[in-house]
């Protein structure tokens, strides 16, 4: 019986070495292929995602514009805001079904796909390179949308 | 030190390791008692190979010989006699000893004394028994004579082994406690056809949950959809058969968890009708070999087909091609796809992939654990037209503490682009399915996703699944 489990765990071991050694490229996909998306990509383009990715959770149009934009004390203390890190209001997750719920919370949209990479939550599949660099160059680009 | 972080939950989940949902891993572990898919098979007498039903194929289980999807009686008897807590069909008497506790021998259809149903021996002696059907979820007999290589009355019980008309069900109701959600995660409603022997057309009509609630599942566009949709030509020769019509490419382990990351990269989500091909499939499993091959034709990557409209395709074209031994404690399978067709469509991909499986638990009876593993590796065009390459790997570990009772550890990890940094994740669950009765399971995971860059994050996924 030993040496079965030890035959298994031999294999699951050897497969997680395997595994761990096929480090992942080292350019972005930016770099690699800048190409892939429009320099300035549109509303139409960008809003998709934020429908398949995020409003599944962040239903609603309740926005936080009333609150203060996140400092440095807001950031430490992120852990009084919803589990997203976006703002709660009311103990509410804000919605992000509208263009201006989207833009009044574009800083912690920012912080946890870019910097936390913690959205979607729990162990769902992040958002993928190019969904990424779709909502980045959105952003960099004046995150134009119908609201403004 | 995001990779040490890693590897130091990889190494907890292995001294952890316990059991995950996949249906292929039944199949492996099956073969360690001849009873638990059908009455005890005393003085049976193997029949030539051409008439042998018998193996570790998909078939053995399910309608589609390609797998997943509506039992047939053979897959019904082994819900009943031996996935649950209490066995409504006999229980394999190497399980006699291994039910909970609390349970004790509650089991409607066990004798446990020699007194055990005996089936038929010869195919000559099937008939005798066809008077003893008695089941509720499937109605007739096909028209034409008995054929040897379909199933065989009383071998299954009082289960209809080869109906004319067939229904099942297939719920799932799943919680997240991450996001505090619950939704109808799926809702199959499979019908099967079957008015001659060797013809047989299945129409399975499927929902695909939604996250955001009841409402969205039963109006959004397309959450109705026939998932499956084909004609078949079966009944032959070392199980051969011919389909035509929708369907899921065969490729690697058929696991019913969708959110697996060695389908998700690869178009082949069993949950999303983008997965879905109209083609025509071939195989055959004459007992331990199998062959699935299939030419098809798709929608667009990121078009939704028609709900109803199996013709409803794209410009392009694709090949899937399954094959390997499953022997009665291992098996080894190796798969290809490769699609064809515009970039705008999607562009090309091959894909390919080895995968695995070893069951100690046949020859150490106090060892139910069971082990799989899939490794695949493919290039695919982006949309700019360049090409890279993706990798993802499965693996899992089962222990059945009981019958009724299984623990689970599972471990995926995905690089979808090989040339691009930090895009790869890993992926860890350990829990618990508990099937108190036929039809009923209980699904509980601890799931962990490792991404790259970020912090790591968890959530509890739980999932009440009714099937019939």
């Known amino acids: 019986m030993e040496r079965v489990v030890a035959v298994c765990r031999l294999l699951f071991g050897l497969l997680t070495l395997a595994v761990a050694g096929c480090g992942s490229g080292d350019l972005t996909l930016s770099q690699a292929d800048p190409d892939i998306v429009a320099r300035s990509p549109a509303w139409e383009v960008v809003y998709p995602i934020f429908q398949r990715e995020c409003i599944p959770c962040h239903t609603g149009t309740e926005d936080s514009s009333d609150e203060p934009d996140e400092d440095d004390s807001a950031l430490a203390a992120r852990s009084a805001h919803g589990p997203s890190g976006l703002r709660a209001v009311g103990g509410v997750e804000p919605g992000l079904e509208s263009c201006e719920a989207i833009q009044d919370n574009l800083d912690d949209i920012f912080i946890d796909i870019f910097v936390d990479n913690n959205m979607p939550p729990g162990a769902w599949p992040r958002l993928t390179s190019r969904e990424k660099l779709i909502i980045q160059r959105w952003i960099d680009n004046g995150a134009e949308g119908p609201c403004n | ?468």
């Open chain 2, 1 to 468: 030190m995001q990779l040490g972080r890693c590897l130091m939950l990889v190494a907890l989940f292995a001294l952890l390791a316990g059991e995950a949902v996949a249906t292929p891993i039944y199949a492996a572990r099956s073969a360690r008692t001849c009873d638990n898919c059908h009455v005890t098979p005393k003085e049976w007498d193997n029949p030539p190979l051409a008439e042998r039903k018998c193996n570790m194929s998909c078939q053995s289980c399910h309608v589609d010989p390609a797998g997943g999807g509506m039992r047939n009686a053979s897959g019904r008897y082994f819900g009943r006699s031996t996935l649950s807590m209490i066995a409504t069909s006999p229980r394999p008497t190497n399980d006699w000893d291994r039910n909970v506790s609390f349970v004790g021998r509650r089991d409607r259809a066990t004798t446990y004394n020699d007194d055990l149903p005996l089936g038929p021996k010869t195919f000559e002696e099937a008939a005798a028994f066809a008077d003893a059907v008695n089941d509720g979820w499937a109605w007739g007999t096909p028209l034409g004579a008995p054929t040897r290589y379909g199933l065989l009355a009383g071998r299954y019980g009082t289960l209809n082994p080869d109906p004319v008309f067939r229904v099942g069900t297939d719920v799932r109701f799943a919680a997240l406690l991450s996001g505090s959600l619950a939704f109808p995660m799926q809702i199959d409603i499979p019908v099967v056809f079957h008015p001659v022997h060797h013809f047989t057309v299945l129409a399975n009509t499927g929902a695909r949950g939604r996250p955001s609630g009841y409402s969205d599942t039963f109006d959004q566009d397309h959450s109705f959809y026939l998932r499956e949709a084909f004609a078949m030509v079966h009944e032959a020769p070392y199980q051969a058969y011919v389909k035509a019509g929708r369907f899921v490419p065969s490729f690697g382990l058929r696991l019913d968890d969708h959110t697996a990351l060695i389908r998700r990269g690869f178009e082949l989500d069993g949950a999303l009708p983008e997965s879905r091909v109209s083609g025509v499939e071939v195989g055959a499993m004459p007992n331990y070999p199998f062959l699935n091959a299939s030419w098809f034709r798709m929608a667009a990557r990121q078009r939704v087909p028609d709900a109803w409209d199996i013709t409803d395709v794209d410009d392009g074209w694709g090949s899937a091609i399954n094959a390997g031994w499953r022997d009665l404690s291992w098996s080894v399978g190796a798969s290809a796809l490769i699609r064809r067709r515009p970039i705008p469509e999607g562009g090309d991909t091959s894909s390919y992939g080895v995968y695995g499986v070893v069951n100690p638990w046949r020859r150490w009876r106090f060892v139910p654990l069971t082990y799989q593993f899939e490794y695949d590796y493919g290039s695919f065009q982006r949309s700019s037209g360049a090409e890279s390459q993706q990798a993802a790997l499965y693996q899992e570990i089962q222990w059945v503490a009981a019958n009724g009772v299984t623990l689970l550890a599972a471990h995926d990890w995905e690089d979808p682009d090989t040339e691009i940094v930090d895009d790869e994740a890993h992926r860890l669950q350990t829990g618990v399915q508990v099937s108190p009765i036929s039809g009923v399971t209980l699904d509980g995971r601890f799931r962990v996703l490792v991404p790259a860059v970020g912090s790591a994050d968890s959530d509890i996924f739980l999932q009440l699944h009714l099937w019939q």
